[in-house]
């Protein structure tokens, strides 16, 4: 499955611009992806103001991912990265090839490969549109000053011209605006997208959190019963053994009881056949 990330990185970080890409690659590579193409652009003016900061430096990555599950992971670890202020992710195989982009060979100057989009600056486009238009409405001048003719001849001639070579000039750079505002809206929705993906995994986040919070709330709870459970039945089997104890003290009483009735008959028994010796005693020696 093929995909898309385009990430913003803000002017303020041009000098750890190659240490944010790789960190990017790392991430992708680390989750199982294969960068197949990139593009990296050049400084660009922002759509509208990022934390205070007007410019920054738009990359694209093209990557390879064997399962689809993996984004999420991604998207988590790419959240996590301080150097990115913006970025999307889209699925790429509908898409168009990425622009030609321009690599140093291996063994000139830096070992470390630099790679630069083919870019084109509007504002230039627009001055060298001027530039063209200014050329050709002087080479057509001379031109028609040149030819020998009267003047009301040539005034009308020049006027003639330049009416068409000023109203093509001016097509052009409406035309040239139009692209701008054009690019202008592409990158609102870029950045609307990015954006709202931003926020929509803030919301999952914090939707997480809310989760965790209710489950954590919930097993106090349940412990909370658990422990006044256990106390009142250990109440409750503390009363039964003093219940018990109780009644065995009373069951130990009577045997004791018993036991001293049992011993004070036998006594008693005991003094009634000493008395009946001693009288038959009497009656044989009266004999």
């Known amino acids: 499955m093929n995909y898309e990330i385009n990430f913003l990185i803000l002017q303020s970080k041009t ?23 990139q593009l990296i652009y050049k400084k660009r003016k922002l759509a509208y103001e990022i934390k205070h900061e007007f410019y920054g430096f738009y990359t694209v990555y093209r990557f390879n991912l064997k399962d689809g599950d993996v984004l999420k992971t991604l998207t988590r670890e790419m959240n996590l990265l301080n150097g990115v202020s913006r970025y999307i992710i889209v699925r790429a195989d509908e898409l168009p090839k990425l622009e030609i982009v321009t690599a140093k060979k291996k063994g000139e100057g830096d070992s470390t490969e630099e790679t630069e989009s083919k870019e084109i600056d509007k504002e230039k486009v627009i001055k ?4 063209e238009s200014a050329q050709e409405n002087a080479a057509k001048i001379k031109e028609v000053k040149s030819v020998d003719v009267d003047k009301t001849e040539e005034s009308d001639t020049i006027k003639k011209e330049e009416e068409p070579l000023s109203e093509g000039v001016e097509s052009k750079k409406e035309e040239a605006v139009k692209t701008e505002e054009d690019a202008g809206k592409d990158k609102k929705k870029e950045e ?22 209710d489950k954590e709330e919930k097993e106090k709870e349940e412990r909370k019963k658990d422990e006044e459970g256990e106390g ?41 056949s000493m008395e009946e010796l001693d009288k038959k005693l009497d009656e044989i020696l009266d004999i």
């Open 192 to 213: 609307s997208d990015i954006v709202s993906t931003k926020t929509e995994e803030k919301e999952d986040a914090d939707e997480k959190k809310e989760l965790l919070k």
């Open 128 to 131: 060298e549109i001027s530039k």
């Open 232 to 272: 009142v039945e250990k109440k409750e089997e503390k009363e039964e053994k003093k219940k018990e104890e109780k009644e065995e003290k009373k069951e130990e009483e009577k045997e004791e009881k018993k036991k001293e009735k049992k011993k004070e008959e036998k006594e008693e028994k005991r003094g009634i």
């Open 15 to 37: 000098e750890e611009l190659d240490e944010i890409r790789n960190q990017v690659k790392k991430v992708i590579e680390s989750n199982g992806g294969e960068i197949t193409d």
